[in-house]
């Protein structure tokens, strides 16, 4: 890469790769909040795969043959070109939907993170427990103002929209006869038991700090 970029007249700084220096590299940004991109090659033919990473969220993938073209991504990336730029220069960049949201800031990562959890509810009929959850949850102004995240049906509320960020809070849905369960984390660490909806929601609120306000962008600190 560092070679390819001296012939194509532009500055890079490569950086170690996370999944060591034979077959991984980064090329180092400029932009304080953007990770440096994440360059791995392929194992059976010429390949190259890279990801951008910000604040604790993946925002772009890609692949190409060329390396001249990974060249150009890390120097746009590091330039700090938003998603849609990314793409437009080079057709090869990825990013879904709710990376430009995390793009935009928190809360639009918040809303549209819903709305996505909230379709994924809709289109599981097999079990609208998790559905009456969802629904229930989103309409708690506390919660809702959280970064939502499902697994295993249950669903767990973050105060930041990076990871890692353990949840403050999550809630398994009554099924098959068994209570609501609201716990500490998503698959453990159960701090108490419902039988309504309701009442789940009223104990995970009760569970957030007093002084807890919207999530906002990063991953968790220790440190404060």
Known sequence: ??????????????????????VSAGIAASVPEREPLSVHIGAECRWFGFSGWSRGVELITGATSV???VVWAGV????GRSLRELQELLPFVHFAELAEAHERGPAPAVEVRWRLI???AADAPDFPEFGLLVEAVHAEPRLRQLYPFSSHWTIGFNAR???????????????EGNPYRVQKFPHGG??????????????????????LGPAVAGTFNPDG
Not at 1 to 22: C, I, K, N
Request: aromatic share 2%.
């Open 1 to 22: 890469m560092e070679r390819a970029a001296v012939v194509l007249g532009v500055e890079l700084v490569t950086v170690p790769g996370d999944w060591g220096s034979l």
């Open 67 to 69: 390396l001249e073209d």
């Open 76 to 79: 746009a990336w590091g330039e």
């Open 118 to 120: 909230r379709k994924e």
């Open 161 to 175: 929209t990076g990871m890692p960020c353990p949840p403050e809070v999550a809630i398994a849905p009554s099924n």
């Open 190 to 211: 159960v701090i108490a038991e419902a039988v309504t909806v309701e009442e789940a929601i009223a104990l995970a609120v009760a569970h957030l700090p007093a002084d």
